[in-house]
């Protein structure tokens, strides 16, 4: 190559910014090795397998001919071309496709790999089954305790007014020791001693809140003809029997 002139025109017409030649020698060398592929690409020769392949896929493409014996027995009994197999032409047209087993795996394989997808699919649509049940059970135990919950607060509510409403009345009455200890709401700064007595004497802390309601409004009933449902002091007994709906929340509703 001829040295370049530095001081000449068409050197200093060429662009110089930074960068510039470092791309056009990366696109060169691109160039270069994508027409390098191509080359031998063409000059490659064949496999002998890809020559079999090109020449099976060349004779089955093309139609029977006369020199074949089996195509011209079938025209010697009156079999033309086109025409569907049988007396009544009710057989196939198309001759039954070849399947080339090309690779060297065993007879079944491809079944018993196909199987086994078939399982796998299977035991993960399982899996997915039973994670959808495990949330749908969650989610149903979280909503009836969110219901319990809020239905034992409910009847805290009911037994913390019964029992104020006792003490009122009891009091009216000059009743000043409550029947038992917990038909009264008990103040909070009464000593430890106290409350484990309270404890030993009673059984309270064996009952539920829902049982203490229930001996609670059975007592209001009883002895002070009082209903918390209605929130009404009834005369007598027969008063509140023919007056009242019944000696529960779901009675009133």
């Given at each position: 190559d001829e040295e370049e002139d530095y001081m000449s025109d068409l050197f200093i017409q060429q662009d110089v910014r930074p960068g510039l030649p470092m791309v056009r020698r990366v696109k060169e060398a691109i160039q270069k090795e994508e027409k390098q592929k191509e080359a031998n690409e063409k000059n490659r020769q064949k496999s002998i397998k890809e020559e079999e392949k090109e020449r099976r896929d060349l004779v089955l493409k093309s139609a029977l001919g006369n020199e074949n014996k089996g195509f011209a027995l079938l025209q010697k009994m009156g079999y033309k071309s086109g025409q569907a197999l049988g007396k009544s032409g009710e057989g196939i047209v198309e001759p039954i496709p070849l399947n080339i087993k090309?690779?060297?795996?065993?007879?079944?394989?491809?079944?018993?790999?196909?199987?086994?997808?078939?399982?796998?699919?299977?035991?993960y649509r399982q899996k997915l089954h039973m994670k959808k049940q495990a949330n749908e059970q969650a989610a149903d135990q979280f909503r009836i305790r969110f219901k319990t919950k809020q239905e034992e607060r409910k009847m805290e509510g009911d037994l913390r007014k019964s029992q104020r409403a006792c003490q009122q009345l009891d009091m009216q009455k000059d009743i000043n020791v409550p029947k038992e200890t917990w038909f009264w709401i008990q103040p909070e700064e009464e000593d430890k001693q106290d409350e484990e007595d309270k404890e030993d004497e009673g059984t309270s802390s064996d009952l539920?809140?829902?049982?203490?309601?229930?001996i609670l409004t059975a007592y209001?009933?009883?002895?002070?003809?009082?209903?918390?449902?209605?929130?009404?002091?009834?005369?007598?007994?027969?008063?509140?029997?023919?007056?009242?709906?019944?000696?529960?929340?779901?009675?009133?509703?």
């Open positions: 090309t690779g060297l795996s065993g007879l079944g394989h491809e079944e018993l790999r196909k199987r086994k997808a078939e399982e796998k699919l299977e035991n539920s809140v829902s049982e203490k309601l229930h209001l009933r009883g002895e002070h003809f009082y209903c918390i449902w209605c929130g009404t002091t009834y005369e007598d007994s027969e008063d509140l029997s023919s007056n009242c709906p019944g000696d529960s929340a779901a009675d009133h509703d």
